[in-house]
């Protein structure tokens, strides 16, 4: 089993941390080079998975095309979530991600995320030779993204609930 441990820091607030975080359409943005989709089995395609609700994702890794369901098994908004696959190629698949607030009012998000190849007995030699880095790469292109959008103005595009929230708590315009 492979265990990733990846500390972001983000010049943002926790909630639109948290939110674009585990927002499918940022998701698929950050995984737009093996063409990653949301596929209609048994789960949602977009917007914000809350507790226990699925996503079937399909992409294609290492020259093939596969999919994987993730439920979200866990929630604390805004500090915490977690997914895990409950359906895919691997044997076990578990990501937990932690969001604090920094003294300067940004966000830390921290992920930590557990995988273990499948086939038992070739697994550990795959996990050694390349799936450490691939899952760290992938991990890190997202986490990149997540970045990106939050601290420009693209965030709104993704959570217009939150762009209404803040409107609406600076008051009316003169």
């Not at 990653?36 to 992409?59: H, M």
């Not at 994987?68 to 929630?75: F, R």
Request: aromatic share 8%; proline share 6%.
């Amino acid at each position: 089993m492979i265990t990733l441990e990846e500390t972001t820091i983000i010049d943002a607030p926790i909630e639109r941390c948290f939110d674009l975080s585990r927002s499918v359409e940022v998701h698929l943005v950050a995984n737009i080079h093996c063409g990653e989709q949301a596929l209609a089995i048994g789960g949602i395609l977009s917007g914000l998975p809350e507790l226990s609700q699925q996503v079937t994702w399909r992409a294609k890794h290492f020259g093939v095309w596969q999919n994987l369901t993730s439920k979200y098994t866990a929630m604390q908004p805004p500090t915490y979530f977690q997914a895990t696959m409950i359906d895919g190629i691997f044997r076990s698949m578990q990501a937990d991600h932690y969001f604090r607030t920094l003294p300067s009012g940004g966000t830390e998000m921290k992920d930590l995320f557990r995988v273990a190849a499948p086939l038992p007995l070739l697994g550990p030699v795959a996990e050694l030779l390349f799936l450490r880095r691939y899952m760290r790469a992938l991990l890190r292109e997202r986490n990149a993204v997540i970045k990106q959008i939050a601290e420009s103005n693209d965030w709104q595009r993704y959570l217009p609930s939150q762009k209404t929230e803040q409107k609406q708590s600076e008051g009316p315009t003169p």
